[in-house]
Each structure stands twice: as structure tokens, then as C-alpha cells.
């Protein structure tokens, strides 16, 4: 949860609550409810906690001490935000996601995942590509 893994950068830091939340600009009570879980940060306060610490903005995923090998985000990832699924299935991919990977109506996704972490992943892939043409 996010709550604890807040509390463990911060305590990783030695830091208290009120020099966290001056940290951030946000209030010592905010700090509190964060860890106690009655609130979570904006994406934006995540943005610049997951930099400040130069990890990335994942780490609201559990961590604990012996698991967390808190590391630097890989250049070239990317987080573009959250999209809802519509009704039947369709997801709006951001302006920003398609401009970088140049995905233009009619392209062609393959829809990938892992059960075992939870991730669903698209690549973009020509015909030749899906009828093993190079």
C-alpha cells in the first residue's frame, strides 16, 4: 500500500511527518493521513515524491524492507496516466502514448498480459509482423 511505503521513505530519511510534509508542501495532517491510509497523494504529489526519491511512480505498490530494491526509473518508460475501459471493452490510449509510439487510427495493438502480476501491455505491429513477414 501507499501508506506504508510512505512511511518507509520517509523513516528510510529520518525524517518526521512535518519535515516530510514541509518537504512536499503539503500539511503535517496530510502526511498522517496518507500513512494511515484515510487519503492518498494527487498523481502529482506522487510524481514528485517517486522523483525526489528517484524511483519510480509505482511505488504506491507493496513494499517492505527486505523486498524493496527501490530503483531508478529506466529511460524511456513512460507512465501516460489512467484511461477507463468503455463498455465493450474499448480503452482511449492518451494523446501523449500515441504521439510517442506514432499509433494512428487503424494500427494494429497486440494486447499482452501477465496473470501473475497483473499487467495487461500493448505493442503496436504491422501486418507483415502478424503474418511473420519482416
Not at 17 to 41: H, L, Y
Not at 46 to 72: G, M, N, T, V, W
Not at 100 to 113: A, E, H, T
Request: proline share 4%; glycine share 10%.
Amino acid at each position: 500500500m501507499i501508506s506504508s511505503n510512505i512511511r518507509y521513505l520517509r523513516n528510510q530519511e529520518g525524517l518526521s511527518q512535518e519535515a516530510f510534509a514541509e518537504r512536499f508542501g503539503v500539511s503535517r495532517q496530510s502526511v498522517a493521513k496518507w500513512e494511515n491510509g484515510d487519503s492518498t497523494p494527487d498523481i502529482v504529489k506522487c510524481r514528485e515524491i517517486a522523483d525526489h526519491y528517484e524511483i519510480s511512480i509505482d511505488f504506491s505498490l507493496p513494499l517492505s524492507a527486505e523486498q524493496a530494491e527501490l530503483s531508478k526509473p529506466n529511460e524511456g518508460k513512460y507512465i501516460f496516466g489512467v484511461t477507463k475501459v468503455g463498455e465493450r471493452g474499448q480503452i482511449v490510449i492518451p494523446k501523449h502514448a500515441r504521439e510517442i509510439f506514432d499509433i494512428k487510427p487503424g494500427d494494429r495493438l497486440m494486447v499482452m498480459g501477465d496473470t501473475n502480476k497483473g499487467g495487461i501491455a500493448l505493442a503496436k505491429v504491422s501486418m507483415g509482423a502478424l503474418l511473420g513477414r519482416k
